[in-house]
């Protein structure tokens, strides 16, 4: 049956465009409160040390400084996003016996001016004694390696096996095997606004509200409760317009932890920002990795073995690292067949600031390495890289025995129409040009609940008032991918009337129900099947009082559309919504219709409830005498299942390219004894607009039965092939194979050198 | 010591008594309320703080308040004709140009100072001037076709 919608899949502005083009949409970034103090922390010169003692005193006697915490006035415990695992909460509010990182918090003031504060910490007198530090994985492992946290032996963090089939008799069926082992470097955040609270007390009712950058303020209301030993209830989080998060905003920092506490010694309210610098040396970022990688193909391309090792640069503490760690054993299986598979990798602690999820996490890093092996392979059996991605890609239905199953499936279809595509777009490639290509896929959120909730992993609820308006509340995140404009368009579409007729009231822990946040592609397939139904809930009492009313039996089918409620074969008959609403409303003694719904995936194995994916080409210009790469353009085909709002899709693609370039050629992060040498935006090197390819998207639709309209996951797939096929499309045009991330011109030339160099000894 | 800031903003006169060593980003958002200008990095490469001085984008984390004395200054909040939209405004929400909307305000700022200058700019123009603005989110593609479809909407106003 073809599906018509009114609002879904038609390209909607941004429901939060007027406010953020004029200036008047407020980020915690924008606010304060009266009678505010400004916090700013003291953080530790050392990456490894111990506190042997903490003098505030002078600092105490600086005019206009209100209050001063470090460690010990911290009253709960350790805090964390693994909370299922509680040795795995590792998070602390400030140092207390010793630091574990460069830029680690030891001390917070709260002063009356942002000067004060500032003056304030450089009075304060910390004792050091510094340890030896750990810095690579490789050495953090060693048995007499100096350990960041005395529990952990050889300072793994977490391991991680995955199996299935049988590898070691894989193999023995291969034709051909290849190894090659990969370093991939971590990448930043450097989400425009930095992370920021404002935290305020009420003495009075001892409760606490705080506005906050953050991805999920439910997780935040967690992590408070946790550090300050506060039940979740009596502390209240808000989360304002987000400027940016990318992964970097899941885990509660020292901006609201220490915020709520000074703001709780002072009972004034405390706002702290951190500077650009602190967001570089003391934020969550990409995970940085070792990868041993080994395929075995038949002759005819077919892949019949996977074996992957990885061993990642952890850092301090935990974050959502442990989870980017199994996923990244997850996500460079797809969207292909491997019979046989297996996955060991442990996460190491070491002494600098910790890496988690950022966007495309559990996919970027080992999909880069994974395609570009797979395109090597490919070239040695003679096998067009399309070709041999045909071979192997999934069908509907497929499943990895004991992890995931993946039910709307349109890779095949994907592929087909990017071969006829880019036969037209790029006939021919010149000298020095290649192209390159790597297959994507991605979750729709996850189903693992390390959080340990017991809520339902989204919910909402939807209130219809007397004149037909909606206020629709849900706690689910935007945080610029464009999530408010979904919420109000699946709202709209299912009860059949106008996104002006809706309001929306998001992210408050106060008045929303709970939803997890926004990370892992979630709220699209999750929230959006709570909206619907919660809308679904007062559609149907619509629905049944017009039936009522036009004294038609039960089998008559209604529909709610355009504004009016109505016979579906005789459109003619019916009402209007906003009378319906009025008589609804009327025989249910006087209260607004309400609307509940919820969603948590159930019997669709261990990862996500679906799966968004595609094929991405980019073809790129390689200057051999420089070794500068140039992407010329970028095309992509790609299955999100029914697309809610083609616009947002292609501006989160868009973003999701820019970052994927970043990270395959310019995004470093240089670490000399756990400095950061680089903490800038001057010196972090993001992808500018001259240096920005054009992309071409291209949609093939398939149905989600899962998700709300049928959609799934789409767009933060498609970083992860953005450098895999940027490196290949270097390897098509001059063979050169790298062993990393970050194909700065040094690089690119000494790779030509070693290709040029295979190629004359083969001769 | 503090001073006198006498200058014009969004089109209202005002004088204030300032810190001299505040830069003019500070008594905008501090001083004024006028929190639609953000900045983003401490060293002056991102543009997201930047406002239209005497018709010309300038970085407001990178100028004294003081250097706007006796100067006309236009920040994101004067843009819009009272209920009305600048077509600019209107044309980056049509084209998708933001997402979380941080970096907007200076390169909705940018857009309207290049386009006074030039009515009828190429890609490439817009490329040049807009190089320095940094955003996270977007990939700018779109950034760049919202400010050509301003440009045809600014002429269709006139
Ligand atoms: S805030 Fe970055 S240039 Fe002004
Ligand atoms: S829209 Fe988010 S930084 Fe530009």
């Keep these: 049956m073809k599906r018509e919608y009114s609002i879904i899949g038609k390209p909607t502005g941004n429901v939060d465009g007027a406010a953020k083009t004029t200036g008047e949409a407020k980020y915690c970034f924008d606010m304060s409160l009266p009678n505010q103090l400004y916090g700013k922390h003291l953080r530790s010169p050392y990456a490894h040390a111990r506190i042997l003692s903490i003098d505030t005193s002078e600092a105490e006697k600086l005019q206009g400084v209100k209050a001063i915490i470090t460690g010990k006035d911290v009253p709960g415990g350790k805090w964390g996003l693994w909370r299922r695992f509680r040795e795995l909460c590792d998070q602390i509010a400030l140092a207390d016996d010793k630091v574990r990182f460069i830029g680690e918090p030891v001390a917070c003031v709260a002063a009356t001016t942002k000067d004060i504060a500032e003056q304030a910490i450089e009075l304060i007198n910390v004792e050091y004694e510094p340890l030896p530090g750990v810095f690579d994985p490789l050495e953090a492992i060693k048995d007499d390696a100096p350990l960041v946290h005395d529990d952990f032996e050889n300072n793994i963090n977490a391991t991680r096996h995955i199996e299935w089939g049988n590898v070691d008799e894989g193999f023995a069926q291969a034709d051909y095997t290849r190894e090659d082992k990969f370093t991939c470097f971590p990448q930043a955040v450097a989400s425009m606004e930095v992370h920021n609270s404002l935290a305020s007390y009420d003495k009075g009712s001892k409760r606490l509200t705080v506005w906050s950058s953050t991805q999920s303020p439910y997780y935040l209301q967690l992590g408070l409760a946790d550090a300050l030993k506060m039940r979740e209830g009596d502390i209240r989080v808000i989360k304002p317009h987000v400027g940016g998060g990318f992964g970097g905003k899941n885990s509660t920092m020292p901006d609201s932890t220490s915020a709520a506490l000074l703001s709780m010694k002072t009972g004034r309210p405390v706002k702290i920002v951190f500077n650009r610098e602190e967001e570089f040396i003391s934020t969550e970022h990409r995970t940085g990795m070792h990868v041993a990688l080994k395929i075995g193909l038949k002759k005819d391309g077919k892949i019949v073995a996977r074996e992957c090792k990885v061993i990642t640069d952890g850092g301090a503490y935990t974050g959502l690292g442990a989870t980017a760690l199994y996923l990244s054993g997850i996500f460079q299986t797809f969207p292909y067949k491997i019979p046989n598979y297996r996955y060991d990798a442990f996460r190491t602690y070491t002494n600098k600031v910790w890496a988690t999820s950022v966007r495309g996490f559990g996919a970027t890093p080992t999909v880069y390495c994974a395609e570009s092996q797979l395109d090597r392979a490919a070239k040695d059996l003679g096998i067009d890289p399309l070709q041999i991605r045909k071979?192997?890609?999934?069908?509907?239905?497929?499943?990895?025995?004991?992890?995931?199953?993946?039910?709307?499936?349109?890779?095949?279809?994907?592929?087909?129409?990017?071969?006829?595509?880019?036969?037209?777009?790029w006939p021919k490639v010149e000298e020095n040009e290649g192209i390159g290509f790597s297959a994507f896929a991605y979750m729709s959120g996850g189903i693992f609940n390390w959080i340990d909730t017991p809520y339902a992993y989204s919910g909402a609820r939807v209130q219809v008032n007397i004149d037909g308006t909606v206020d629709?509340?849900?706690?689910?995140?935007?945080?610029?991918?464009?999530?408010?404009?979904?919420?109000?368009?699946?709202?709209?579409?299912?009860?059949?009337?106008?996104?002006?007729?809706?309001?929306?009231?998001?992210?408050?822990?106060?008045?929303?129900?709970?939803?997890?946040?926004?990370?892992?592609?979630r709220e699209t397939l999750m929230n959006g099947n709570a909206i619907k139904m919660a809308a679904g809930q007062i559609?149907?009492?619509?629905?049944?009082?017009?039936?009522?009313?036009?004294?038609?039996?039960?089998?008559?089918?209604?529909?709610?559309?355009?504004?009016?409620?109505?016979?579906?074969?005789?459109?003619?008959?019916?009402?209007?919504?906003?009378?319906?609403?009025?008589?609804?409303?009327?025989?249910?003694?006087?209260?607004?219709?309400?609307?509940?719904?919820?969603?948590?995936?159930?019997?669709?194995?261990?990862?996500?409830?679906?799966?968004?994916?595609?094929?991405?080409?980019?073809?790129?210009?390689?200057?051999?005498?420089?070794?500068?790469?140039?992407?010329?353009?970028?095309?992509?085909?790609?299955?999100?299942?029914?697309?809610?709002?083609?616009?947002?899709?292609?501006?989160?693609?868009?973003?999701?390219?820019?970052?994927?370039?970043g990270y395959c050629l310019c995004e470093d992060m240089p670490n000399d004894n756990g400095m950061l040498l680089n903490p800038s935006m001057n010196d972090y090197k993001i992808v500018r607009q001259r240096d920005m390819p054009q992309i071409e998207l291209m949609d093939v639709p398939t149905y989600e039965a899962e998700g709300p309209f049928g959609a799934k996951e789409a767009a933060e797939a498609t970083i992860a092939p953005t450098a895999p096929a940027l490196a290949n499309a270097v390897f098509a045009a001059t063979g050169a194979e790298f062993d990393s991330n970050v194909l700065k011109p040094e690089k690119v030339l000494k790779a030509i050198r070693a290709a040029e160099a295979k190629k004359a000894q083969k001769k | 010591m503090k001073q006198i800031l006498q200058f014009t903003v969004n089109g209202e006169p005002r004088e204030l008594l300032i810190d001299p060593k505040k830069f003019l980003v500070e008594v905008l958002r501090e001083d004024l309320g006028l929190t639609g200008t953000h900045w983003a990095c401490d060293t002056g490469a991102c543009c997201c703080c930047t406002v239209i001085m005497d018709g010309k984008a300038v970085k407001s984390c990178s100028i004294l308040a003081m250097q706007a004395n006796g100067r006309e200054v236009t920040t994101i909040e004067g843009l819009a004709d009272g209920p009305n939209l600048h077509p600019i405004q209107q044309a980056f929400i049509d084209n998708w140009a933001l997402q979380c909307g941080f970096c907007s305000s200076g390169q909705i700022m940018a857009a309207k100072a290049l386009l006074d200058e030039n009515p009828s700019p190429t890609r490439e123009d817009i490329q040049l001037q807009m190089d320095g603005h940094l955003c996270r989110c977007t990939g700018f593609n779109m950034i760049q076709e919202a400010i050509l479809d301003a440009a045809e909407r600014l002429k269709g106003q006139k």
């Design chain 1, 472 to 521: 629709l509340f849900t706690q689910a995140s935007d945080i610029g991918q464009g999530h408010n404009t979904v919420s109000v368009m699946i709202c709209a579409e299912e009860l059949g009337i106008g996104m002006e007729d809706i309001r929306l009231h998001p992210a408050d822990t106060a008045t929303t129900p709970v939803d997890l946040g926004a990370w892992g592609s």
């Design chain 1, 539 to 661: 559609k149907q009492k619509l629905v049944d009082l017009a039936r009522a009313k036009l004294g038609e039996n039960i089998a008559y089918d209604l529909v709610a559309k355009d504004k009016r409620i109505y016979l579906e074969l005789r459109p003619e008959r019916g009402f209007s919504y906003y009378d319906i609403v009025r008589d609804a409303i009327k025989l249910n003694d006087g209260e607004p219709l309400i609307g509940t719904g919820h969603y948590t995936p159930h019997n669709k194995g261990m990862i996500s409830p679906a799966y968004g994916m595609g094929i991405m080409a980019i073809k790129a210009k390689v200057d051999k005498e420089i070794g500068h790469i140039e992407p010329q353009g970028v095309l992509i085909v790609h299955d999100c299942g029914q697309e809610i709002n083609p616009l947002g899709a292609r501006g989160q693609v868009e973003g999701s390219v820019h970052m994927g370039l």
């Design chain 1, 391 to 425: 071979m192997n890609v999934m069908e509907p239905g497929y499943e990895a025995p004991g992890q995931y199953k993946v039910d709307s499936c349109g890779i095949m279809p994907c592929i087909e129409k990017m071969e006829k595509r880019i036969k037209e777009k």
